[in-house]
T-cell receptor, first 110, second 113 residues
Framework: GEDVEQSLFLSVREGDSSVINCTYT??????LYWYKQEPGAGLQLLTY?????DMKQDQRLTVLLNKKDKHLSLRIADTQTGDSAIYFC??????????FGAGTRLFVKA | KAGVTQTPRYLIKTRGQQVTLSCSPI?????VSWYQQTPGQGLQFLFE???????NKGNFPGRFSGRQFSNSRSEMNVSTLELGDSALYLC????????????FGPGTRLTVT
């Protein structure tokens, strides 16, 4: 069935780059998303990539998609303490459902 | 443009009661999806509505239901509440169902005692 997996925790130092990884199973995925959730808040769409793209850059964010391996990554350059949050990877499946990973909690150490 | 709004933000109910949650999408958005977020299960898809029709449904019991009105506002209802229904219920709106990006509301935190 459809599944999205992410590592649960990532800790980086302020100023370093963060790379959050995600794998998915549905080969008919059309869109892949990255969301950010801060404590007590809803999900904020950070960026998304169409399944026919390999890379998308948006300011400090770079998304890489390896469709063959069904692997998606989010790189945050110059990570700041304000980037501490939970990051969710999600795929829009061929059945038009959006399936979310469990989220990666990013800790940024000053 | 105003974002997605959800009411109420917090709710406390007792087992056996029922609850109705409301979601107003971004103006012009016709699709509304509902998700349940719990620490144990993460984000789980409940259902999606587009133009007043349910387009997709997740794997939840029939106690969970929803509807969408002609103005795209949506409600979800949970009947015969159980302790395990305690969760953050998130609503998301998008222009359509073809994969347009979804914008989430702040959620309704439901506590069942």
């Amino acid at each position: 069935g459809e599944d999205v997996e992410q590592s649960l925790f990532l800790s980086v130092r302020e100023g370093d780059s963060s790379v959050i990884n995600c794998t998915y199973t549905d080969s008919s995925s059309t869109y892949l998303y990255w969301y950010k959730q801060e404590p007590g808040a809803g999900l904020q769409l950070l960026t998304y990539i169409f399944s026919n793209m390999d890379m998308k850059q948006d300011q400090r964010l770079t998304v890489l998609l390896n469709k063959k391996d069904k692997h998606l990554s989010l790189r945050i350059a110059d990570t700041q303490t304000g980037d501490s949050a939970i990051y969710f990877c999600a795929e829009r499946s061929g059945g038009f459902k959006t399936i979310f990973g469990a989220g990666t909690r990013l800790f940024v150490k000053a | 443009k105003a974002g997605v709004t959800q009411t109420p933000r917090y709710l406390i109910k007792t087992r056996g009661q029922q609850v109705t949650l409301s979601c107003s999408p971004i103006s012009g958005h016709r699709s509304v999806s509902w998700y349940q977020q719990t620490p144990g299960q993460g984000l789980q898809f409940l259902f999606e509505y587009f133009s007043e029709t349910q387009r997709n449904k997740g794997n939840f019991p029939g106690r969970f239901s929803g509807r969408q009105f002609s103005n795209s506002r949506s409600e979800m209802n949970v009947s015969t509440l159980e302790l395990g229904d305690s969760a953050l219920y998130l609503c998301a709106s998008s222009l359509g169902t073809s994969g347009n990006e979804q914008y989430f509301g702040p959620g309704t935190r439901l506590t069942v005692t």
